[in-house]
């Protein structure tokens, strides 16, 4: 009987936790990706137009997932208990871990500053007051569950992630009804480098593939379906929430989605949609600030005290700087810092499968430069692009 206790745990970043199932597996990188970014994608694809945004995340979800693939394959191949950085160190060298460390480091900040500004719009809407107090006040609350630790949280996590799917799920069958075909036909070239970051924002799950491995071990296969159906559930998702915020609402789509919802369909429609506003950017908070916390311990041998100061500090100073645009944020992390994560995520990968410590035949990535060289060439000419934008 102890055997089978024992069996049932795994040590993870120093915490014994139960083995995860292939369903709790995909729940676990599902809840991970949805969360605040999904709220920036309607503003984006009713800018750029509803046909050509749709297109933009079907393509992008297409990369993010043979992305994620060759992370799983670098997981699956490394015998150690490492984060993005330290498996970037292993197979490419200390100057890999120091440039994704500080990639990462920046993108979860940027991340969590963008957690900040949505809440205060939400928070502020529904409400009423000053939409800075809000921030911080999102802030004060959120950065305690942080400090606070994993151990805490785990329990809400799952309730508050199926809460969010089922909300998305629920808000876009109640707004499906209210499409304008007029929404649909409506295209503007001009902005076509818009959507890009905030897209890629909404579906990065690198910590959630990191994470879900150390979870399931014992079984490549499993792990790769877990990882398939994790990823592709978000992008179901993300489409069908932009056809009908963006069919139901046009150009009057606001930069937090549900904002403008509930202006323009009235108390029910704002309740409901603010609600999962909150809830989303509350998790995807919490979320990204524990995993950029555990980087900082596990990866780069800071000590807790030091390492939870910077997860806390970093966006409420960014705020208090007056950096205040939710999609600018957005776009800024997923165009620029996910875009150069992800190039050297495909270096990192092409090393793993020479030099890695595991077989990993039953994981099944085969003919790698095939699906690696369109995704290289698709991240160095977002990022390109991504700087262009920025910079002009």
């Known amino acids: ?55 933009y995340i079907v393509i992008l979800g297409a990369v993010i997932l043979a992305l994620n693939l060759m992370l799983g394959d670098i997981a699956v191949r490394t015998k150690e208990e490492l984060q993005i950085p330290g498996l970037a160190g292993k197979y490419l060298g200390k100057w890999a871990r120091y440039v994704l460390s500080v990639t990462i480091i920046l993108s979860s900040a940027g991340a969590l500053l963008a957690y900040m500004i949505g809440e205060g719009q939400s928070l502020t809407a529904v409400f009423g007051g000053n939409q800075m107090m809000w921030g911080v006040v999102f802030w004060s609350l959120a950065s305690y569950v942080v400090w606070r630790g994993s151990r805490s949280v785990k329990k809400f996590e799952k309730i508050f992630s199926l809460a969010v799917m089922f909300l998305l799920l629920g808000l876009s069958l109640f707004l499906l009804p209210k499409f304008q075909t007029a929404n649909w036909s409506s295209f503007d070239l001009s902005k076509i480098l818009l959507p890009f970051g905030v897209i890629l924002f909404a579906l990065h799950s690198s910590f959630a593939i990191v994470e879900a491995h150390a979870l399931l071990p014992g079984s490549q296969k499993h792990f790769r379906r877990a990882l398939i159906t994790g990823t592709v559930i978000p992008i179901i998702l993300y489409i069908l929430f932009a056809l009908a915020v963006v069919g139901a609402t046009g150009l009057g789509t606001t930069e937090v989605a549900t904002i403008g919802l509930g ?39 800071i000590d807790r005290l030091p390492a939870e100061l910077f997860v806390i500090a970093a966006p409420l100073l960014l705020y208090l700087f007056g950096i205040r645009s939710f999609i600018t944020v957005l776009g800024v992390v997923g165009g620029v810092f996910i875009g150069l994560e992800a190039v050297l995520l495909i270096l990192t990968c092409f090393q793993a499968r ?30 390109i692009l991504s700087l262009f934008r920025i910079l002009r």
């Open 354 to 383: 020479r030099k890695g410590d595991l077989e990993a035949s039953r994981y099944g990535l085969h003919h790698f430069w095939i699906l690696a060289a369109p995704v290289l060439l698709v991240f160095v000419i977002i990022t």
């Open 263 to 301: 202006i323009a369909y009235g108390k029910a429609f704002f309740i409901f949609g603010n609600i999962l506003a909150i809830l989303a950017m509350g998790t995807g908070f919490v979320g990204v600030g524990l995993a950029l916390k555990h980087t900082l311990m596990w990866d780069n041998k």
């Open 1 to 55: 009987m102890k055997l089978l206790e024992e069996k049932s745990v795994v040590l993870y970043k120093g915490i014994f936790k139960p083995i995860a199932s292939v369903s709790e597996a995909i729940f676990m990188i599902t809840g991970m990706t949805i969360g605040a970014g999904v709220l920036g994608i309607p503003y984006v694809v009713a800018q750029v137009g509803l046909k050509i945004g749709l297109l």
